[in-house]
């Protein structure tokens, strides 16, 4: 089992940059796939970026690619997530999900622990 709590989510303008963290309770933190998604208003929740256990592996969705950067600390079970150019598109909540696993996984039912999430707004 693991507990998750995102921060870092906020207000910006349009070009601007935000960094997410998710903190990560429990022991086996060092060996989960970690993941973002985002849910916009009246969207279903899409994948944003994942990453391995030994962050050997990563996997973006393509429209942000160039632009978010996802990162982990093991010895802090924390995960990040550093938005750069941030457009108004961008604006949802996002989620920090985590699963037991050694590859990366893009589909919202792979993760089966979730944050509660934090909002990012990006203004025009």
């Known amino acids: 089992q693991v507990q998750l709590v995102e921060s870092g989510g906020g207000l910006v303008q349009a070009g601007g940059s935000l960094r997410l963290s998710c903190a990560a309770s429990?022991?086996?933190?060092?060996?989960?796939?970690m993941g973002w998604f985002r849910q916009a208003p009246e969207k279903e929740r899409e994948f944003v970026a994942g990453?391995?256990?030994?962050?050997?592996?990563?996997s973006y969705k393509d429209s942000v690619k160039g632009r978010f950067t996802i990162s982990r600390d093991n010895t802090k079970n924390t995960v990040y997530l550093q938005m750069n150019s941030l457009k108004p598109e961008d604006t949802a909540i996002y989620f920090c999900?985590?699963?037991?696993?050694?590859?990366?996984?893009?589909?919202?039912?792979?993760?089966?622990?979730w944050g509660q999430g934090t909002q990012v707004t990006v203004s025009s």
């Open positions: 999900a985590a699963r037991p696993s050694t590859n990366v996984f893009t589909r919202r039912d792979d993760y089966p622990y």
């Open positions: 429990g022991r086996t933190f060092s060996t989960y796939l």
């Open positions: 990453i391995s256990w030994n962050s050997r592996l990563t």
